[in-house]
């Protein structure tokens, strides 16, 4: 069995996620981890049903980490690219702070960049300066310009055998 990471996201609303992952990879800079959906969600438009797979890349140096999402029967979805901050991860967890935007990149390739009015409303409340709101923007777009990329580049698992494991 696949040893359990917690992961624990921090909103700019002031709200914490945390999920129960399971690690695939993990060195000095660069951790893997792979979580098993209990509920339907929608992702940037597209319904997952309960039982989707999201496959989790994480960087210490790098502003950004990539979900690359399945439905259940291993088909890709896209990937989530969320801009974020303070990345650390230990032996038992990994931690990161959510910038509110996001490049979805759908599984044909294209990309949008979504949640800019979460980021507005983060300005708004005084949750985060207008330079760094202006950074989280650029970055955006310089993410979305360089997705493909970006997918190209990541460690990849088999999500069929993941799947299969994690039943």
């Not at 690690?23 to 309960?50: F, K, M, N, Q, T």
Request: overall charge negative; proline content about 3%.
């Amino acid at each position: 069995m696949l040893p359990v990471i917690s992961e624990t996201k921090r909103n700019l609303d002031g709200t914490t996620q945390r999920f129960d992952c399971r690690l695939l990879h993990r060195d000095d800079e660069y951790l893997v981890l792979c979580y098993l959906s209990d509920r339907p969600y929608v992702a940037a438009g597209a319904a997952l049903p309960e039982g989707s797979l999201t496959i989790g890349h994480y960087w210490r140096a790098r502003d950004y980490i990539v979900w690359e999402m399945y439905n259940p029967r291993a088909e890709l979805q896209g990937y989530y690219i969320h801009i974020c901050r303070n990345v650390t991860f230990d032996e038992n967890s990994v931690e990161w702070e959510d910038m509110a935007v996001d490049v979805w990149v759908s599984a044909n390739g294209t990309s949008d960049v979504l949640d800019e009015d979460e980021l507005e409303r983060a300005v708004r409340a005084g949750r985060v300066d207008a330079s760094e709101a202006l950074s989280v923007r650029n970055s955006a777009q310089e993410l979305s310009a360089s997705a493909s990329c970006i997918v190209r580049e990541i460690r990849r698992f088999d999500p069929r055998d993941l799947l299969a494991a994690l039943q």
